[in-house]
């Protein structure tokens, strides 16, 4: 199966900074996820994206995350005032059903 | 929340035998399981999964079981290899639902 890709590959901001992560999943997935894995812990699923609407969140997902597929193509993970707790790997992954999901190499995001 | 538990945080095997992966979920309403492979520094890559139906699915060299009535699955690799060596999360979902939960990880050691 072919890959998403993501950029950055690791992204350094200042705390209370907007950070913006890009996917580029292949044309004729519908549905499209977000995980994160804080180092050491497990992977956590963000948010869930089907139709160009958020299908499903997490509680983690709160008002300072947002997605969007602006132009029916990059699938983006926003994070508008970042905190140094949201230091980790952020995964994007898409699936053509509600079954397997196919993962992206992962951007490492470090809050300083 | 540790719907599915990875009790097992390491594994050695010796190359060309058998590793064997333990993956114990609660929620007996997941009916979907997969299992993925991670090297450091990459997204997780998906091996095998299996549906709530089946209790056994093979792929190669991987060969996921399933017991139902003890919330219990396993992961088979046989021969094991050097490549092998990763650490390997269990993840369930829901039927029709997006998310999946995943366990902690069992970083498993292929000695040659």
């Known amino acids: 199966e072919p890959e998403v890709t993501q950029t950055p590959s690791h992204q350094v901001t200042q705390m209370g900074q907007e950070v913006i992560l890009r996917c580029v999943p292949i044309?004729?997935?519908?549905?499209f996820y977000w995980y994160r894995q804080i180092l050491g812990q497990k992977v956590e699923f963000l948010v869930s994206?089907?139709?160009?609407?958020?299908?499903?969140k997490s509680e983690i997902f709160d008002d300072q995350f947002s997605v969007e597929r602006p132009d029916g193509s990059n699938f983006t993970l926003k994070i508008r005032s970042t905190k140094l707790e949201d230091s980790a790997m952020y995964f994007c992954?898409?699936?053509?059903?509600?079954?397997?999901?196919?993962f992206g190499p992962g951007t490492r995001l470090t809050v300083l | 929340d540790q719907q599915v538990k990875q009790n097992s945080p390491s594994l050695s095997v010796q190359e060309g035998r058998i590793s064997i992966l333990n993956c114990d979920y609660t929620?007996?309403?997941?009916?979907?399981f997969l299992w993925y492979k991670k090297y450091p520094a990459e997204g997780p890559t998906f091996l095998i999964s299996?549906?709530?139906?089946?209790d056994k699915n093979e792929d190669g060299r991987f060969t996921v079981f399933l017991n139902k009535s003890a919330k219990h699955l396993s992961l088979h690799i046989v021969p094991s290899q050097p490549g092998d060596s990763a650490v390997y999360f269990c993840?369930?979902?829901?039927?029709?639902?997006?998310?999946?939960?995943f366990g902690t990880g069992t970083r498993l050691t292929i000695i040659p």
């Open positions: 044309s004729n997935h519908l549905y």
């Open positions: 993840a369930a979902s829901l039927f029709g639902n997006e998310k999946l939960t």
């Open positions: 299996i549906s709530s139906i089946k």
């Open positions: 929620n007996s309403m997941f009916d979907y």
């Open positions: 992954a898409r699936s053509v059903g509600t079954d397997t999901q196919y």
């Open positions: 994206f089907y139709n160009n609407e958020i299908s499903e």
